[in-house]
C-alpha cells in the first residue's frame, strides 16, 4: 500500500517533475492541434481538398491529393502523432520510477523543443540535414532511454 500511495505523490502537483512533465506535454499536445489548423490552413491557400464536399468552400475544380506543401504538413504531423503521443505515455510512467528531477526536467525540456525545431524545420522552413535528423532522434533517444529506465524499475513487478 505504500508503493501506491508513493507514486501517487509522484503524479500530484507536489512533485515538481511532474508539474514539468504537465507544462511540456501540454506545450506538445497544443503544438499537435496547430497542425491540425495549419493543415486546413494549407489546403485552403492551395485549394487543395480530399474530399468532393469540400470543394464547394473553394474555387478548387477538382480533389487533389498531391500539393507539395500541404503534403509536407501532413508528414510534419503524422510525425508528430508517431512520435509524441508514444513519449508523452512513457514520460508518465518514467515519472513514477522517481528519476532524478533535474535529469527528468531537462529531459522533459529537450524533447519539446527538439519536437518544436523539428516541426519548425519540416513544415515551415525546410533547411539542409542533418536538421531534420538531429531534431527527430534528440527526443526519439530519450524517448527510449525513458522507455528503458520504465522497463528495468518496473520488471520486478511482473
Known amino acids: 500500500m505504500a508503493e501506491v500511495t508513493s507514486t501517487l505523490n509522484l503524479l500530484s502537483s507536489d512533485n515538481p517533475v511532474f508539474c514539468c512533465y504537465c507544462f511540456w506535454a501540454g506545450l506538445l499536445v497544443l503544438k499537435m492541434l496547430l497542425m491540425t489548423l495549419l493543415t486546413a490552413a494549407r489546403r485552403f491557400s492551395k485549394k487543395s481538398f480530399v474530399n468532393p464536399e469540400d470543394l464547394a468552400l473553394s474555387k478548387a475544380a477538382e480533389v487533389s491529393f498531391q500539393d507539395p506543401d500541404v503534403e509536407r504538413v501532413r508528414r510534419a504531423h503524422r510525425n508528430d502523432l508517431e512520435n509524441i503521443l508514444p513519449y508523452l505515455l512513457i514520460a ?29 524545420i519540416y513544415a515551415f ?25 520504465v522497463i528495468v524499475k518496473m520488471a520486478k513487478y511482473v
Open 125 to 149: 522552413r525546410p533547411v539542409p540535414q542533418p536538421s531534420r535528423s538531429i531534431a527527430f532522434f534528440v527526443p526519439f533517444f530519450i524517448t527510449l532511454y525513458m522507455t528503458f529506465c
Open 92 to 120: 508518465l510512467a518514467y515519472i513514477t520510477t522517481g528519476p532524478n528531477a533535474i535529469v527528468a526536467r531537462l529531459l522533459f525540456c529537450i524533447v519539446a523543443i527538439s519536437r518544436i525545431f523539428h516541426t519548425a
